[in-house]
């Protein structure tokens, strides 16, 4: 005889074999959109630097590859970058004059302001035809997830600032 536990259990693990099946299918499309999807011909990996230089304020560059928890070769190929466009600029440490920390530049907060403004407009457009409940429900619990996800992971995970869509 099976129990009211055992009968529950069972589409629940049927529903997270379904999630867990459909989690890499979620990361390749993100990471199509973010070539097929963006309206800025930069480079968009360097572009999300700026949203934690933004929210914190000045980091110095290994900082801030531990922060977003990123190779700091790639971070210092990224931040050249921002540096060469005029997004994000380098100023003497106030603590240590030898060091450095990332600042980012009026063109940068633009940068950023734009990049906001374009990832709106795809999640507005792909989003068109859902029922504003369908979208709250989803936005809730896809938030949720994401902080249940962080806080699974070691260490220290992005910090989502508020109103951020995390």
Same mark, same amino acid.
């Not at 630097?49 to 933004?54: D, R």
């Not at 210092?76 to 600029?89: K, Q, T």
């Not at 035809?129 to 949720?144: K, N």
């Given at each position: 005889?099976?129990?009211?536990?055992?009968?529950?259990?069972?589409?629940?693990?049927?529903?997270?074999?379904?999630?867990?099946?459909?989690?890499? &299918?979620?990361?390749? =499309?993100?990471?199509?959109?973010?070539?097929?999807? $963006? /309206?800025?011909? +930069?480079?968009? %990996? *360097? !572009? #999300?630097?700026?949203?934690?230089?933004?929210?914190?304020?000045?980091? &110095?560059?290994?900082? =801030?590859?531990?922060?977003?928890?990123?190779?700091? $070769? /790639?971070?210092? +190929?990224?931040? %050249? *970058? !921002? #540096?060469?466009?005029?997004?994000?600029?380098?100023?003497?440490?106030?603590?240590?004059?030898?060091?450095?920390?990332?600042?980012?530049?009026?063109?940068? /907060?633009?940068?950023?302001?734009?990049?906001?403004?374009?990832?709106?407009?795809?999640?507005?457009?792909?989003?068109?035809?859902?029922?504003?409940?369908?979208?709250?429900?989803?936005?809730?619990?896809?938030?949720?997830?994401?902080?249940?996800?962080?806080?699974?992971?070691?260490?220290?995970?992005?910090?989502?600032?508020?109103?951020?869509?995390?």
């Amino acid at each position: 005889m099976t129990s009211a536990a055992d009968t529950a259990a069972v589409p629940r693990d049927r529903t997270l074999d379904q999630l867990s099946e459909q989690l890499p &299918r979620f990361l390749r =499309l993100i990471s199509a959109a973010k070539v097929h999807l $963006s /309206t800025d011909p +930069r480079d968009r %990996a *360097a !572009l #999300v630097l700026l949203t934690p230089l933004a929210r914190l304020g000045p980091l &110095r560059q290994g900082a =801030l590859a531990e922060h977003v928890r990123a190779d700091p $070769s /790639t971070v210092s +190929r990224h931040v %050249a *970058a !921002l #540096v060469d466009e005029g997004l994000v600029r380098r100023v003497a440490d106030e603590s240590d004059g030898r060091a450095t920390q990332l600042v980012v530049t009026d063109a940068g /907060t633009s940068a950023l302001e734009q990049l906001g403004r374009d990832r709106a407009a795809v999640v507005r457009r792909i989003t068109a035809g859902w029922a504003p409940d369908d979208l709250a429900t989803f936005s809730a619990l896809l938030g949720r997830f994401l902080d249940d996800l962080a806080a699974a992971l070691p260490g220290d995970a992005i910090t989502p600032a508020p109103g951020d869509l995390r």
